[in-house]
């Protein structure tokens, strides 16, 4: 079965700092990653998804993540933290069951970015 | 593009009620997939809908029941309401049920009462 773990509910960073938001999955075969972020009351957006393709997947509002199957990880990063980075970031994983397909999401990371 | 839309937005029920959720995909797409979102948790999937069918389903009572129509709308429902039914849920559509990219609408935040 298809599952994923994200360490951290809580990342707290400066503006300008790093941004650092880990996710592990299990996966029996080649998975479908995403992350997502969903602002206070509203509905969850994508950032950036990974189908096979390049292992570095650049996303919106500079995000990026790498792919790296040897660790099972797909780790979320942004270079500079902005005062609106400052959401609630869901990981996921596509899987696919008699041809179609659904996704199993992570508890979910909040993250703060202070002045 | 309107994108995902649902409603109501917010609503409140008392326990054993029954509730009807409501969702309109995004233009070009046929697929809908329901998800329930407790407080503090990540989404966790209800059930998908395509060609007027429910075509696979998550770990929940059948209670929670659905419907797709020709327009490709969706409705959610969940009878004889529990405390624990309280959640944001949200329905997410796709260009049919290969592609795994899902748009997700505001959600309709549920009080159970």
């Known amino acids: 079965a298809q599952s994923v773990t994200q360490l951290g509910s809580h990342v707290s960073v400066s503006e300008g700092a790093l941004v650092l938001l880990r996710c592990n999955y299990s996966?029996?075969?080649?998975?479908?990653l995403f992350w997502y972020v969903q602002y206070p009351n509203q509905g969850l957006q994508l950032l950036l998804k990974y189908t096979s393709a390049a292992t570095l997947v650049k996303g919106i509002n500079g995000f990026e993540a790498e792919f790296k199957k040897s660790e099972t990880s797909f780790h979320l990063t942004k270079p500079s933290a902005h005062m609106s980075d400052a959401a609630e970031y869901f990981c996921?994983?596509?899987?696919?069951?008699?041809?179609?397909?659904?996704?199993?999401f992570g508890a979910g990371t909040r993250l703060a970015v202070h002045p | 593009d309107a994108g995902v839309t649902q409603s109501p937005t917010h609503l409140i029920k008392t326990r054993g009620q029954q509730v009807t959720l409501r969702c309109s995909p995004k233009s070009g797409h046929d697929t809908v997939s329901w998800y329930q979102q407790a407080l503090g948790q990540g989404p966790q999937f209800i059930f998908q809908?395509?060609?007027?069918?429910?075509?696979q389903r998550g770990n929940f009572p059948d209670r929670f029941s659905g419907h797709q129509f020709p327009n490709y709308s969706s409705e959610l429902n969940v009878n004889a309401l529990l405390l624990g039914d309280s959640a944001l849920y949200l329905c997410?559509?796709?260009?049919?049920?290969?592609?795994?990219?899902?748009?997700f609408g505001q959600g309709t935040r549920l009080t159970v009462v």
């Open positions: 809908y395509y060609e007027e069918e429910e075509r």
């Open positions: 997410a559509s796709s260009k049919g049920t290969i592609n795994t990219e899902a748009f």
């Open positions: 996921a994983v596509g899987t696919f069951s008699g041809g179609y397909n659904k996704l199993i």
């Open positions: 996966s029996s075969v080649p998975p479908y």
